[in-house]
């Protein structure tokens, strides 16, 4: 036996002496060292990337042809656009079966540009109420996958769909709500729709509005579909057509695809459709890439697999995979760097009476805590740390594409310790002997900030903004929750003290009507008040108000630029960081243009060996 | 009164003391009817613990996407209002107690007989399981039947070298991959393939049958071998473990040593006895095998892609869309209990010591 034991020893032996000599003597870096190389290192990702926004260059004029190869996280739940509108992965799916909005956006260019219909604004200032007229192209069809049948879309069509699916009350679409606008004496009034011939329609608004285009424009299905079902079977029966077990090649399209098949749980195929009305320059038809496949993979390490063994053409870069796909030798494929994403995670304060202990709502209903707690956030610590450089920080209310971003405008509570002790001891709190800051009472500043549990990158923002108030004495109790019990805490409990969260960005200055104005269901900090609560929300709630009915875009600046001022003086919530969007993109593929602002625009790809 | 029940216990005694086997089955059939029911109540009751339903759900998140300021910036949605919640929840009979609902799904699918459609999208619910049931059923079956064979194989060639360094080490590799994490092996076959470039990442065709049914088969082939070691791998150890010991069980009993004494050929007292009742167990255990695949493969079928029914599941739960929840929760339980029944009746055929029959 003690034999057996014997022969174990020049085992042990052995790996005793690999352990040891695998200890190098060489010192540990130091913190600035550290830092150096990691700056390094970011360059050197950087430099892997390439920068090609869109809006600088005109499209090259491509040729069609190629199968372009795309992953989805999602089975399509229906391909009924009523029902669709609960289902995000369908809606988006369906959204290319239709003919497009009457109006575009370029988020470039800041404005409105005719889409499927130009538009005229007709102002009546002496009514108070304004028309927009729209006219329809005159090259709008419904058109069916191997057939040479075609059904031409006009005002009827988007006639229809404004009055009885959007605006039908029985089918309970979010939409129809938006149809209302709120009069100066606080009643709802419906913008009304009228048909002026076969192309042309007008929407009637009650009053005058800043952004009559947005408030009005609109997407429409094929009325020769809808209406016979609503006519036969009320607005219950039309949910229940066109569901997943429709033969996919049966679904009309007027816009760039056609739906050709549909595999449940392995992929869609689209084909182009040749009658879509969209061209290039020189009146080819748009989009280049005849057909596209999209195979359904719900998990995201299996899409970026795919895509790195050459089986798929795009791919949505996350943080993680970056330094893999930019360090892999003569790849065929380009990274490019989009610039800073729009939206931006942020930190908000309970500010409700109803969910918190007193002491602790004096505090967060302070403006100089919230300020003070700005100044503790130290954004940069955050774009090293956890985004590895590629973000910068949050400091602006709105997005870049708002037509009202003003660069100059921003949060000026920036990261400073001395400045948030100053603000600290305006209202009372200093810190003890010990280094714990205590409030005028002697209560010692702790509290909770919840944040959801699925997402690692906004756990290590509130870790990071806990570690910069221990630093002052503020204890800060980082609470990872699950996604639905936050939402729950937000609308219907209310008993949180301080939340990290995102919900996008600032895209118009109406955007967020349930959050910015006090009475929304979503005003965070203090929602659905019938009152406002505070002077500054008073204010806030009248600035909303205004700058809605403002078309003079320079009264309207003036108008949204102090609503921006406020809400970074007063800081209900206060952003952190804006991430780097990146792409990989094959290089078969030619006019790729990407940015984080407009995206990729694969109407225009087409392969480089077609040229 | 009385007379009446006498004589109907009567009856039900003389019929079991005739078909002891049929009368068994019959007996486990209606309870298993019984245990359905109850399963499904308490899948309403849970999920009526659980906060918010499908309609709250949806509005919340809407609310949130709401915040974003419109999407894609070309237009504005508006939000539901409260009468609009409460007609929505009027509507998929969400407003009414739980029980009431689960009478309602009772009556929609034993009386009107149609599995209902789904909440979200309104899609007969027949339809999405449909789909994806055949290529559940397809990969377990090719599962369990390899790991049946090569576990059985094994069992049975290292229970007659007990005691030699090949079994030594055959248990110790049996232990290893029975304590080893079924997700990260699966992660890392998944690297393999993508590394090597051996075999694909995900584990279904890039296109459906109807395309080209021929290549579909060998490209279906190539597609699950990964996959199928990857269950295999997990499930041999515990399986191989188990075979092994019975048969070592087996082969200590006396009645093996006197069929030996007799001269009965070792092939013999290996296969057609002691072989025969190791078989016992195994047909007990693999019940809960055939569920335990079906719920097991949820993980292979989202990280390798496969179009199973265990993702239809799992995002049905996510979302709280309970008809399709019951209905597949409904099809497992099923399973497991059809399994049991199965699992007895086999057990009555191979070992005949069970044959419920007192004669």
């Known amino acids: ?611 | 009164m009385r007379d009446l029940y006498s004589k109907l216990m009567h009856l039900v005694f003389r019929f079991r003391g005739a078909h002891p086997l049929l009368s068994f089955v019959l007996n486990r059939l209606v309870s298993m009817i019984v245990i359905l029911f109850i399963l499904g109540f308490a899948v309403f009751a849970l999920m009526e613990l659980a906060p918010g339903d499908i309609v709250d759900r949806y509005v919340q998140n809407q609310m949130l996407a709401m915040a974003e300021g419109g999407g894609d910036g070309k237009g504005t949605n508006g939000l539901f209002s409260e009468e609009q919640i409460a007609a929505r929840k009027a509507e998929l009979g969400l407003d009414k107690p739980f029980y009431v609902q689960y009478m309602h799904w009772l009556k929609q699918v034993f009386v009107d007989q149609d599995l209902g459609r789904s909440m979200i999208s309104r899609a007969p619910i027949l339809f999405l399981i449909k789909t994806r049931l055949i290529n559940s059923i397809l990969l377990n079956m090719i599962s369990l039947l390899m790991l049946t064979v090569i576990s059985f194989a094994l069992g049975i060639y290292f229970s007659s070298k007990v005691g030699t360094r090949t079994d030594l080490a055959a248990t110790f590799i049996a232990l290893f991959l029975h304590s080893f994490p079924g997700l990260l092996l699966l992660i890392l076959l998944q690297l393999f393939a993508a590394v090597s470039g051996l075999f694909p990442v995900t584990a279904y065709p890039g296109f459906p049958f109807g395309e080209n049914p021929g290549r579909f088969v060998f490209s279906y082939m190539h597609h699950i071998t990964l996959p199928l070691i990857g269950a295999f791998l997990g499930g041999i150890g515990g399986t191989m473990r188990m075979i092994r010991a019975t048969m070592l069980d087996q082969l200590g009993q006396p009645y093996i040593t006197a069929l030996r004494a007799r001269g009965i050929s070792e092939g013999r007292v290996y296969f057609a006895h002691a072989f025969r009742n190791t078989l016992n167990p195994y047909i007990t255990s693999s019940a809960n095998l055939l569920a335990g695949l079906f719920s097991g493969s949820l993980i292979l079928e989202i990280i390798f892609s496969y179009p199973g029914i265990g993702r239809l599941m799992y995002e049905a739960v996510l979302q709280e869309d309970i008809y399709l929840v019951l209905t597949n929760l409904m099809f497992t339980s099923f399973l497991v209990l059809f399994g049991m029944v199965l699992a007895d009746i086999l057990l009555a055929v191979v070992d005949p010591r069970i044959r419920y029959s007192n004669k």
């Open chain 1, 1 to 611: 036996m003690n034999l057996k034991i014997l022969k174990f020893i020049p085992i042990v032996l052995t790996i005793l002496l690999i352990t040891l000599f695998s200890c190098s003597k060489s010192e540990e870096m130091t913190l600035e060292e550290a830092q150096i190389r990691k700056a390094e290192n970011q360059q050197g990702l950087l430099a892997g990337t390439i920068r090609k926004p869109g809006g600088v260059e005109e499209f090259a004029i491509g040729q069609s042809g190629g199968t372009w190869y795309t992953t989805v996280t999602k089975d399509p739940k229906t391909f009924n656009l009523i029902a669709a509108d609960s289902d995000q992965s369908a809606s988006d799916i369906l959204g290319g079966l239709l003919p497009g909005y009457l109006a575009d956006y370029d988020p470039y260019k800041k404005e409105w540009l005719p889409e499927t219909a130009s538009f005229e604004i007709v102002v009546h200032e002496e009514e108070d109420s304004l028309d927009v007229i729209f006219t329809l192209r005159d090259d709008l069809y419904w058109s069916f996958y191997n057939s040479d049948k075609k059904v031409k879309i006009g005002a009827d069509d988007v006639v229809f769909w404004y009055n009885e699916i959007d605006g039908n009350a029985d089918l309970q679409l979010p939409s129809y709500n938006g149809q209302f606008l709120t009069m100066p004496d606080g009643s709802d009034a419906r913008v009304t729709i009228e048909k002026l011939d076969d192309r042309t329609l007008s929407f009637h608004f009650p009053r005058i509005v800043a952004n009559p285009i947005l408030s009005c424009n609109m997407t429409y299905g094929p009325r020769f579909i809808y209406e016979p079902a609503l006519r036969e079977l009320g607005s219950e029966g039309i949910k229940d057509i066109l569901t997943i077990d429709t033969d996919v090649t049966t679904l009309p399209s007027g816009g760039a695809r056609f739906l050709t098949e549909y595999t449940p749980g392995v992929r869609l195929v689209y084909e182009r459709n040749p009658d879509y009305w969209e061209t290039d320059e020189e009146g080819q038809k748009i989009p280049y890439i005849e057909k596209s496949i999209a195979k359904i993979i719900p998990d995201l390490n299996t899409s970026f697999l795919l895509f790195k063994n050459g089986e798929t053409d795009s791919y949505g870069i996350r943080a993680e995979d970056l330094e893999e796909l930019v360090n892999t030798e003569d790849p065929d494929y380009t990274i490019y760097d989009g610039g800073a994403i729009m939206g931006a995670d942020f930190i908000s304060f309970n500010q409700n009476a109803s969910g918190l202990s007193e002491h602790i709502l004096g505090w967060f209903t302070n403006k100089e805590f919230r300020q003070a707690m700005s100044s503790l956030t130290n954004r940069e610590r955050m774009v090293k740390q956890i985004y590895r450089g590629l973000g910068e920080p949050a400091l602006h209310h709105y997005a870049a594409a708002n037509p009202f971003y003003d660069e100059s405008i921003s949060n000026v509570y920036t990261y400073n310790p001395e400045k948030a002790l100053e603000l600290l001891k305006s209202i009372g709190m200093n810190q003890d002997d010990q280094g714990i800051m205590r409030d005028s009472e002697g209560i010692a500043v702790e509290f909770d900030i919840v944040t959801n549990s699925d997402n690692n990158l906004r756990i290590d923002s509130a870790n990071i903004f806990s570690d910069e108030c221990s630093k002052v004495g503020i204890k800060v109790n980082v609470r990872p929750l699950d996604f639905q019990k936050l939402v729950e805490m937000l609308t219907s409990t209310y008993d949180w003290q301080a939340i990290l969260l995102s919900f996008g960005s600032n895209y118009w200055p109406t955007g967020g009507s349930n959050v910015w104005p006090s009475a929304g269901n979503l005003h965070l900090w203090n929602p659905l008040q019938d009152e406002p609560a505070t002077s500054w929300e008073a204010r806030v709630d009248t600035l909303y108000n205004e700058g809605s009915f403002t078309p003079d875009e320079e009264k309207a600046k003036v108008i949204w630029d102090e609503f921006q001022a406020l809400l970074l003086e007063e800081l209900p919530l206060f952003y952190l960081v804006h991430s780097e969007g990146f792409l990989a993109v094959r290089n078969k593929w030619d006019n790729v243009y990407y940015d984080t602002l407009g995206g990729l625009d694969s109407s225009r790809l087409f392969l480089k060996e077609a040229e």
